[in-house]
């Protein structure tokens, strides 16, 4: 699913200046008015000025999350942001992320011209935030058009498939007993962020 190609040359012409918003809108995502809550504009790169494109659900698009996890995501003004990959619905996910057997969420969060990894615990009523970058620092180029896309996806990581993410290293820790936060860009290796001692870890995979 992932593919890293421009992102660390758009992130120094992010910090050169050059950025041109069109329009941005938190409107319903009805026929019609989808386009509206997305994102556009053209950033320098390279001498040259990059159009780019992210594509925005509104939250409503996840009926699936518990009514508080909405409630808090809408108070913040969150767009749930898509990768220019995406087929379906996605950056919102489920797992036992806290501990064994428990029902929790994380969300990436965009907003202001920033998005936030966000992760809601069943029995804590504030999420934690894991990351945050400006929207922009995460494009990337694809496609024959030169169009730059929003590359940063995330996913639930079961013990078994982070338990096969180690098997090239040369002693493979215990496996672990609930589900892991996998980070991805596109076509790079995943991140996997595991929640222990009240803390939150990277795992290592030897990659």
């Given amino acids: 699913m992932r593919r890293l190609a421009l992102v660390l040359l758009a992130a120094a012409a992010l910090a050169r200046g050059g ?26 790169l390279g001498g ?11 939250v409503s ?14 108070r913040r ?16 996910i489920e797992g036992s992320l806290e501990r064994v057997g428990s029902r929790d969420w994380a969300v990436l ?32 180029a694809h496609g024959t058009a030169g169009v730059l896309g929003f590359d ?5 990581a079961t013990p078994k498939q982070v338990h096969e993410a180690q098997a090239g290293m040369q002693n493979p820790p215990p496996r672990l007993d609930h589900d892991a936060l996998a980070e991805t860009v596109i076509d790079q290796t ?10 939150w870890v990277v795992v290592e995979t030897g990659h």
């Fill in 19 to 44: 950025l041109r918003t069109n329009a941005q809108s938190t409107g319903s995502a009805a026929p019609g008015v989808a386009d509206a809550l997305n994102e556009s504009g053209r950033i320098a």
């Fill in 61 to 74: 698009a996840f009926p699936q999350l518990p009514a508080p996890v909405q409630v808090e995501l809408n």
């Fill in 77 to 92: 003004g969150c767009l749930i942001p898509q990768t220019y990959e995406a087929h379906a619905p996605e950056n919102v």
């Fill in 190 to 199: 995943a991140i996997y962020h595991y929640f222990s001692g009240n803390a």
């Fill in 48 to 58: 040259r000025a990059m159009p780019y494109l992210i594509r925005h659900l509104p």
């Fill in 109 to 140: 969060c965009a907003g202001k011209g920033t998005v936030s990894l966000l992760v809601f615990f069943a029995d804590r009523a504030e999420p934690a935030v894991l990351a945050s970058a400006q929207e922009t620092e995460r494009l990337e």
């Fill in 152 to 156: 940063w996806g995330i996913d639930a």
